[in-house]
């Protein structure tokens, strides 16, 4: 097997026959004696001509080639039932994984379906109405289902991340995520193949049951049993639970602290979204060479600022701006594309990195940064309701100078974000060391993105749903919670994942490792 690259202008195809030229003249023989041929990345260089770089594997005819295959999913209708928590990223490819094991995925979603949450946030998008467990990050999907469904993580350090993009490809994701280096599905693509994963679990004899917010989990006496009761009066016994809550869910922690069970307090990342036009990203990108057929551009940064990480998070290229507040009297925003990446504006979280001890010392306990960052967004809505916000979940915002030079913006720039924006003095309303770190980052970025420091990008607060304030602790061999053996905690709200792809994979792992228990 040879390794090689191959360069192709955007707009122009790459075909089979310059495939398989370039693969002849890398492996050293005649085109005829080339056998297998893939390409395994495709990347932008927009350094001088606009170009797909591509990477290929290909070898010679008489050369074994391995291709790569899901393990199958088993009849599990009577097999041994696992609980699992919640029914995004991680808790779905737990299920999933349960099913290859020959276990029985009883998946217990707090949250609606897919189609049934999508008229709960356009009322929360419309008018402010929250429904604290159907909303953009609760409900069958999680939090990606309607983030733009990016699948950045390319670490192999959790696991092969083949098998979580091999899985979305046959569940209807498009084939292209395979190979780019920025993979994503789209907001409007992903509910389908959110669908046909529940579809597959449900043919093979896993179950689902939605509206099923967990209130209680407690273990046997002789700690070999579950049972997990939910608010609707459900109870559900197994062996063992998977619990894939996500990084939002406040009461499975109280529950946590409530029995005596280790939590503790973990960094997190708190900021602002910022939008740019998207023809501006684009010119800044491609150094002023775009073109209508190039890929939408899209950015990301890390500086370091007074000993913290100041970074671009969750860009979304011809996106658009969403609430996503989980209870009443917040203001928290996040970003979300379709797979045509084609709204008029890009938008990302800018955010700066806080770990304990970060907070004021009025904040203690393993909830420290977890009210820290409640009343962050607290003090977002508070703002707009006392200064004449026609929307209940309008931002404040601020022109990007203005904020770096401490000015109460005169006007706003159109914005993406249906609930609106009102011109407020963010560089108050945030934390002093969270706004101080971006007043000094923004202008940094400038050097390396010229045009990106401009006062026709809009700063939008907040953005503090980066990941879990909190982690769970377990064993790192058997992936137990320390304090529960057969509760294996997981994905964002547990502390141990930082987006789809590595959720997903820490739910398969999960699973294995509960699976490894359970034959024991």
């Known amino acids: 097997m040879k390794e090689f690259e191959i360069a192709q202008k955007i707009g122009k195809p790459l075909t089979e026959a310059q495939l398989q030229e370039a693969a002849a003249k890398a492996l050293g023989v005649k085109p005829e004696l080339v056998g297998h041929v893939e390409v395994v990345r495709r990347s932008v260089d927009a350094r001088q001509d606009i170009l797909y770089r591509y990477r290929v594997q290909a070898c010679r005819k008489n050369e074994a080639f391995e291709e790569y295959r899901l393990a199958p999913y088993q009849d599990v209708h009577q097999a041994p039932p696992v609980i699992v928590v919640g029914a995004g990223p991680a808790g779905m490819f737990a299920a999933l994984k349960l099913l290859q094991e020959g276990l029985k995925p009883i998946v217990l979603e707090r949250g609606k379906d897919v189609e049934r949450r999508k008229v709960d946030m356009a009322k929360l998008s419309t008018q402010g109405v929250i429904d604290p467990d159907s909303n953009y990050c609760y409900g069958e999907g999680g939090a990606g289902a309607f983030s733009d469904g ?147 551009a899209e950015y990301s940064f890390v500086q370091q600022v007074d000993g913290r990480g100041v970074f671009s998070f969750c860009m979304c290229p011809g996106g658009i701006l969403v609430p996503s507040s989980t209870e009443d009297g917040t203001v928290v925003l996040n970003g979300m594309s379709n797979a045509a990446r084609n709204s008029k504006w890009a938008n990302a979280g800018v955010v700066v990195q806080i770990e304990p001890g970060d907070q004021p010392e ?88 010229h045009g990106y420091y401009t006062n026709d990008a809009l700063l939008l607060g907040v953005e503090s749903r980066t990941s879990s304030p909190i982690r769970l602790p377990r064993d790192p061999e058997t992936l137990e919670h320390l304090d529960v053996p057969g509760l294996y905690p997981c994905g964002e709200g547990a502390g141990y994942a930082g987006g789809i792809v590595s959720s997903a994979l820490d739910g398969i792992n999960c699973a294995v490792k509960c699976a490894e228990g359970l034959k024991a």
């Open 150 to 296: 990016k699948l950045f993580t390319r670490s192999s350090k959790r696991g092969d991340i083949r098998e979580v993009l091999h899985q979305l490809v046959a569940f209807g994701a498009s084939p292209d995520i395979l190979i780019d280096a920025h993979p994503h599905i789209g907001t409007d693509k992903l509910p389908e193949v959110v669908k046909n994963i529940r579809q597959c679990i449900e043919d093979h004899g896993g179950e689902y049951h939605f509206d099923s917010r967990v209130t209680d989990i407690a273990q046997s006496a002789s700690g070999t049993a579950f049972t997990v009761t939910c608010a609707n009066g459900e109870r559900y016994h197994a062996e063992r639970v998977i619990l894939a809550s996500g990084h939002s869910a406040r009461d499975i922690y109280e529950l946590f602290q409530a029995k005596g069970w280790a939590l503790e307090a973990k960094g997190f990342a708190l900021g602002v979204r910022v939008e740019h036009p998207q023809w501006l990203i684009n010119q800044i990108r491609y150094h002023g060479k775009y073109q209508p057929f190039m890929p939408t």
């Open 362 to 449: 009025s904040y203690q306990g393993p909830f420290a940064l977890m009210d820290y960052q409640r009343d962050v967004e607290r003090a977002m809505y508070r703002y707009v309701s006392e200064h004449g916000g026609k929307h209940p979940l309008a931002a404040p915002a601020q022109r990007m100078k203005d904020f770096c030079r401490g000015i109460v913006s005169a006007d706003l720039p159109k914005t993406s974000y249906h609930p609106g924006a009102l011109s407020a003095p963010l560089h108050e309303l945030l934390p002093e060391h969270v706004a101080l770190r971006l007043r000094r980052a923004f202008p940094q970025v400038d050097r390396s993105m």
